[in-house]
């Protein structure tokens, strides 16, 4: 049974089955003396963030972000011009793009390394503080392109009262994406409620550089972990040392991670987020 | 200045300028007002384990459970007996396993990989919870060899108590350890009230293996990170997102760490364990 002052959570969530559901199984894991009772410490729920917490079309934020300095990088370096993806980025032919990420959801990436080897460029050698004011900036001051509104305003309302219902039951929310981990920690408090050190996602190999004071992080133009599919269970563990109890995705690269949460003597809740709205958001099921 | 509720903590502190320093940085940092006040969510100290916070002589204990399980397995397996490490574990030979440590600690990792080897395939396999297991009920059960205590009891007093007088002041506190993460994390909270996700150290490689209920993530036998050197920086700003403000070891492996818990705007304080105390503890500075 949900508590009487849960009414007050979930205010934008219909009445429905997925409603009841979380309620239930929130209800059933927190209250004291229910045999699924699960302590405040071991309530852990992980959450993709494109296309689960915000919004991932026309393409995901972190894309726009990307595309915009390897167009800077062409407009200075013409030479650029005639490579991929610099040629993409500077002539806004984002059918290329949009085909190598349609096919990664597919599960082919032959055309990832090309994207890939120009991404870890764009951001190559500078140190961590650098690249988190340059994503900050670009989050708070860029407009999503046809939703008529900044960047930080495309989190998803419904997802972001969930957020608030678990944080006020006692539940450690980490966000466990595809995503650059370094993209999102600088807005990840502000938007979601969510520690930096609670982010998880991606990450490009970094190094650190002796001098003082205090030496520096510098971004290597190298991957490190592209954390997706069975990536994910495994830094989710590395982090946290702990299996979550809930997890919410919307796309394949989320099903191992969905099925991670539920141990074998624990109850677990997995939660899929299908978008079927045009009118408001967006209307797919590619890749998910 | 010291606020007077101070006193209470550090108990066992010497009156010395150490602690004086102590005091007097909490205060410059936690004193609303103070031009050097730092936010509690800014507040994270690191600290090293293995000669930091608890005792590493004779031997570190994480090399002591891995000799009992290398011995187990030559037990079962007489061929093993033959070899490296596993003979070593077998004849209790510690010269040969101590002058590889030795080396390491003086920049010589000619024979590590022959140790490291078997180390990995003492647990290669198992699933994170079964090696949490055996790592638990190991630090439960086992005497210190020359100390007359159990090895949970092994860790610093004082150390503890700056650990708790750090908590109080609003500090999250981390270890950032060259031992390994998952062998630390089942006793981190009941020992130095750190939780779990708070235990940054050397990690093997695992696998999620798909599965229901859940699946499981497997310990592969291959290195992940080694957390030792430059990569405790990276790996402390992987997991927390934030630069420390105060960090405390006792080796070389944590030069680069206690460089790093200083920003270019940020106060910092960096702390050295010496081992004198050859009554109660162990007198050595080899590698340190």
Same mark, same amino acid.
């Given at each position: 049974m949900a508590a009487p002052d849960d009414a007050r959570h979930l205010a934008s969530w219909n009445d429905g089955p997925a409603t009841a559901s979380i309620r239930e199984f929130v209800a059933r894991v927190t209250t004291d003396g229910s045999p699924d009772f699960v302590p405040p410490e071991e309530r852990v729920a992980v959450f993709d963030n494109d296309g689960t917490l915000w919004c991932e079309k026309p393409m995901p934020i972190q894309l726009d972000f990307i595309l915009r300095r390897l167009?800077?990088?062409a407009e200075e370096d013409p030479s650029l011009r005639e490579r991929q993806p610099w040629q993409a980025a500077y002539t806004q032919d984002f059918g290329w793009l949009g085909q190598v990420v349609a096919? =990664? *959801?597919h599960g082919d990436d032959s055309e990832l390394p090309v994207l890939a080897a120009g991404v870890l460029q764009a951001f190559g050698g500078i140190t961590v503080e650098d690249f988190e004011a340059q994503a900050d900036t670009f989050l708070r001051d860029t407009q999503h392109p046809t939703l008529g509104r900044g960047y930080l305003a495309c989190a998803y309302t419904p997802m972001v009262e969930l957020l608030r219902y678990l944080e006020a039951k006692g539940f450690a929310n980490y966000i466990a994406s595809g995503g650059g981990r370094d993209f999102m920690r600088p807005i990840s408090q502000e938007v *979601? %409620? #969510?520690?930096r050190q609670r982010? #998880? %996602?991606s990450s490009t190999a970094l190094d650190w550089e002796p001098g003082e004071p205090g030496g520096r992080i510098v971004r290597k133009p190298e991957a490190d972990v592209l954390d997706d599919g069975p990536a994910k269970p495994v830094r989710i563990w590395s982090r946290v040392g702990r299996r979550p109890i809930l997890a919410a995705g919307n796309?394949? %690269?989320d099903i191992p991670m969905l099925q991670f949460a539920r141990g074998p003597s !624990?109850? %677990?809740? !997995?939660?899929?987020?299908? =978008?079927?709205?045009?009118e408001r958001e967006f209307? *797919?099921?590619a890749g998910a």
């Open positions: 167009a800077v990088m096919k =990664h *959801y *979601y %409620g #969510i520690p982010v #998880i %996602g796309s394949n %690269g !624990r109850p %677990g809740l !997995r939660l899929l987020v299908l =978008h079927d709205d045009p209307d *797919y099921t």
